[in-house]
């Protein structure tokens, strides 16, 4: 079992790059898969999508080629996604555009939204609409949403109830996108996915 934690930040030193740490080592902790990747759109450098892509150039293969091959290898995946202007980040959009229908498809993903006051919603409503029609992407109906987020996972103990809360939600989320996630390998191991003639969605 292989987990992709993807941080949308543009930020170093980013709060969702933190948090996407704190998810790693809970993977860990609670022995829910041999291996990670974890992927932080801050410090990654890749370019804004262009055509070049889509037409085999050797620039994308070498910007592009080896993080492709890691998500291929993922079973499931946890978006971390800060809201910005009450979106998700460019990269985090253009992340998606680069994505082709071998990377995320058929595979099951948890959101997590972060903000730093009380927000944070729109991340997830974002990309609940978007972003998943030629990816193939499938969002777990669950979704976390982790605000006032400078003072939250900072310490083995949670700072208050809702600290305790949120942490004991995000465990149970882990367990149950591992379980999505077995689920859904039976559908692409299945032999009906036909992306030869339904190479995009609708
Ligand atoms: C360009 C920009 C726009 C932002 N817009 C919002 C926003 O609309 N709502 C919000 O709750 N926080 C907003 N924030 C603050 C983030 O919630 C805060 O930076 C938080 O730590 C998550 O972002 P990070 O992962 O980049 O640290 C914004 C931050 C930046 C840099």
Same mark, same amino acid.
Request: contains cysteine; proline residues 4%.
């Given at each position: 079992?292989?987990?992709?934690?993807?941080?949308?930040?543009?930020?170093?030193?980013?709060?969702?790059?933190?948090?996407?740490?704190?998810?790693?080592?809970?993977? =860990?902790?609670?022995?829910? =898969?041999?291996?990670?990747?974890?992927?932080?759109?801050?410090?990654?450098?890749?370019? %804004?999508?262009?055509?070049? !892509?889509?037409?085999?150039?050797?620039?994308?293969? *070498?910007?592009?080629?080896?993080?492709?091959?890691? !998500?291929?290898?993922?079973?499931?995946?946890?978006?971390?996604?800060?809201?910005? *202007?009450?979106? @998700?980040?460019?990269?985090?959009?253009?992340?998606? !555009?680069?994505?082709?229908?071998?990377? !995320?498809?058929?595979?099951?993903?948890?959101?997590?939204?972060?903000?730093?006051?009380?927000?944070?919603?729109?991340?997830? @409503?974002?990309?609940?609409?978007?972003?998943?029609?030629?990816?193939?992407?499938?969002?777990?109906? &669950?979704?976390?949403?982790?605000?006032?987020?400078?003072?939250?996972?900072?310490? &083995?103990?949670?700072?208050?109830?809702?600290?305790?809360?949120?942490?004991?939600?995000?465990?149970?989320? %882990?367990?149950? %996108?591992?379980?999505?996630?077995?689920? %859904?390998? =039976?559908?692409?191991?299945?032999?009906?996915?036909?992306?030869?003639?339904?190479?995009?969605?609708?």
């Amino acid at each position: 079992m292989k987990i992709g934690i993807i941080s949308g930040s543009h930020r170093i030193n980013s709060q969702s790059m933190r948090i996407a740490c704190w998810i790693e080592k809970r993977l =860990t902790a609670l022995a829910l =898969t041999q291996r990670n990747y974890t992927l932080e759109l801050a410090t990654a450098n890749i370019p %804004l999508w262009d055509e070049g !892509l889509w037409n085999g150039d050797e620039k994308w293969k *070498g910007i592009w080629g080896k993080h492709s091959q890691e !998500l291929i290898s993922c079973d499931s995946f946890v978006f971390v996604a800060p809201e910005y *202007g009450g979106m @998700v980040p460019p990269a985090l959009k253009n992340f998606f !555009l680069l994505c082709s229908n071998q990377e !995320l498809a058929h595979k099951p993903a948890l959101i997590v939204g972060v903000s730093a006051g009380r927000s944070g919603s729109y991340p997830i @409503v974002e990309l609940r609409s978007s972003g998943y029609k030629n990816t193939r992407i499938c969002y777990l109906p &669950d979704h976390m949403i982790i605000r006032d987020a400078e003072k939250m996972f900072l310490n &083995d103990e949670p700072r208050d109830n809702f600290e305790a809360s949120d942490r004991a939600r995000l465990d149970y989320f %882990l367990r149950v %996108l591992k379980e999505y996630a077995k689920a %859904l390998s =039976t559908v692409r191991a299945s032999g009906i996915i036909d992306v030869k003639n339904f190479p995009n969605g609708l």
